[in-house]
T-cell receptor, first 117, second 112 residues
Framework: GAVVSQHPSRVICKSGTSVKIECRSLDFQATTMFWYRQFPKKSLMLMAT?????????EQGVEKDKFLINHASLTLSTLTVTSAHPEDSSFYICSARELGQEGTEAFFGQGTRLTVV | GEDVEQSLFLSVREGDSSVINCTYTDSSSTYLYWYKQEPGAGLQLLTYIFSNMDMKQDQRLTVLLNKKDKHLSLRIADTQTGDSAIYFC????????????FGSGTRLSIRP
């Protein structure tokens, strides 16, 4: 199946700093990528939908200035957590749909464990 | 209430069948999915079913969809220790630009 690569897999940062997470579709083109956040023992919460070449669509309650999303190409979307706070510590997962296959499966990255100290 | 609901835990004896249940609320759901998540890992798509299907079988996995009751189930035959994981039910809706909405996940544990 198609591969989505997420980097880094783990990151520790200090409060107040920013951290960037990359999501790449390795062998397909994705016009749409999704960013999820997973709290311990909880389900995945959709944060935003990243659209190539346009602004991301954020879910209700998600601060767009806090979680900056850039989808500059058909294979790369980035999530930047700005001015990180310990409450931002979480497991972030991206997913991507193949161009023209929006009705079927989405492929998920392996996730990024963010710890803010 | 939640759009997609699952029970949180299921314990099964090794070799028995596991049945994980899911209910959803939106009748415009187009695709329904089952994902598996092992500890500290991302999500692995196990199988999916289109909303006009009743059943889909893939080796040890059987998905049943009751669209009238908005009920989806995943049956794992001959459950093995490697099946221990969290299983997420998910849906996409025609009206939601292909967003995937997840249930809370069911933690499957296998006892000897």
């Amino acid at each position: 199946g198609a591969v989505v690569s997420q980097h880094p897999s783990r990151v520790i940062c200090k409060s107040g700093t920013s951290v960037k997470i990359e999501c790449r579709s390795l062998d397909f083109q994705a016009t749409t990528m999704f960013w999820y956040r997973q709290f311990p023992k909880k389900s995945l919460m959709l944060m935003a939908t990243s659209n190539e070449g346009s602004k991301a669509t954020y879910e209700q309650g998600v601060e767009k200035d806090k979680f900056l999303i850039n989808h500059a190409s058909l294979t790369l979307s980035t999530l930047t957590v700005t001015s990180a706070h310990p409450e931002d510590s979480s497991f972030y997962i991206c997913s991507a749909r193949e161009l023209g296959q929006e009705g079927t499966e989405a492929f998920f990255g392996q996730g990024t464990r963010l710890t803010v100290v | 209430g939640e759009d997609v609901e699952q029970s949180l835990f299921l314990s099964v004896r090794e070799g028995d069948s596991s049945v994980i249940n899911c209910t959803y609320t939106d009748s415009s759901s187009t695709y329904l999915y089952w994902y598996k998540q092992e500890p500290g890992a991302g999500l692995q798509l196990l199988t999916y079913i289109f909303s006009n299907m009743d059943m889909k079988q893939d080796q040890r996995l059987t998905v049943l969809l009751n669209k009238k009751d908005k009920h989806l189930s995943l049956r794992i035959a001959d459950t093995q220790t490697g099946d221990s994981a969290i299983y997420f039910c998910a849906e996409t809706r025609y009206s939601s630009a292909s967003k995937i909405i997840f249930g809370s996940g069911t933690r499957l544990s296998i006892r000897p």
